[in-house]
């Protein structure tokens, strides 16, 4: 079956511009997470949405923000880019129920270089 | 804030040798913990996982220990091959929401000589 699909893979953006990446979830996941990584930072949790709902949330400003849509594909937005924004933006999926059927799976991500 | 972090951030081994990678944890709240292993240019790839109420669990090649007394996990690869060179993540998971919240640690590189 198809992977998840994150577009686009490289994207180069001005400091105070905003970028919309997007992320298609394997086919029946509800669950979809997103992550930053970075060299300094390394990978750290930015929001979960399931069923359209935000779940949960890390700790980053509210520049950051994502929805999900009815299909389960999920797009996260950051306005007003900063230079530290810079990294590769990764979104996971899994069926998100609950206790178990945990596994999830990575995208190749997208990697944002703001200038 | 609450953290994971690894204690060897590089691992050098020849091909062949068993390779043990290890984690601390902090959350005592985390009761599922993953490794992941991230080759360059991909996202991670789960590994294996195992619950609070384990102590070990095995897979292909790969054994997990938890220690939850000092907050610790280790990855073990047996017969190490070039292809399991990569970047090497545990996770800590605490319940919150209805879902899973993971905490990374910062990642080991695993580099396998022929």
């Known amino acids: 079956k198809a992977g998840v699909t994150q577009t686009p893979r490289y994207l180069i953006k001005t400091r105070g511009q905003q970028v919309t990446l997007s992320c298609s979830p394997i086919?029946?996941?509800?669950?979809v997470s997103w992550y930053q990584q970075t060299p300094g930072q390394g990978l750290q949790f930015l929001f979960e949405?399931?069923?359209?709902?935000?779940?949960n949330k890390g700790n980053f400003p509210g520049r950051f923000s994502g929805r999900q849509f009815s299909n389960s594909r999920s797009e996260m937005n950051v306005s007003t880019l900063e230079l530290g924004d810079s990294a590769l933006y990764l979104c996971a999926s899994s069926f998100g129920r609950g206790r178990g059927n945990t596994e999830a799976f990575f995208g190749q991500g997208t990697r944002l270089t703001v200038v | 804030g609450e953290s994971v972090g690894l204690h060897l951030p590089t691992l050098s081994v020849q091909e062949g040798d068993n390779s043990i990678i290890n984690c601390a944890y902090s959350n005592s709240a985390s009761d599922y913990f993953i490794w992941y292993k991230q080759e360059s240019g991909k996202g991670p790839q789960f590994i294996i996982d195992i619950r609070s109420n384990m102590d070990k669990r095995q897979g292909q090649r790969v054994t997990v220990l938890l220690n939850k007394t000092v907050k610790h996990l280790s990855l073990q690869i047996a017969a190490t091959q070039p292809g399991d060179s990569a970047v090497y993540f545990c996770?800590?998971?605490?319940?919150?929401?209805?879902?899973?919240?993971?905490?990374f640690g910062r990642g080991t590189s695993l580099i396998v000589h022929p």
């Open positions: 086919s029946g996941h509800r669950s």
């Open positions: 949405y399931f069923s359209e709902t935000q779940r």
């Open positions: 996770a800590e998971n605490a319940y919150l929401g209805g879902s899973y919240i993971p905490t």
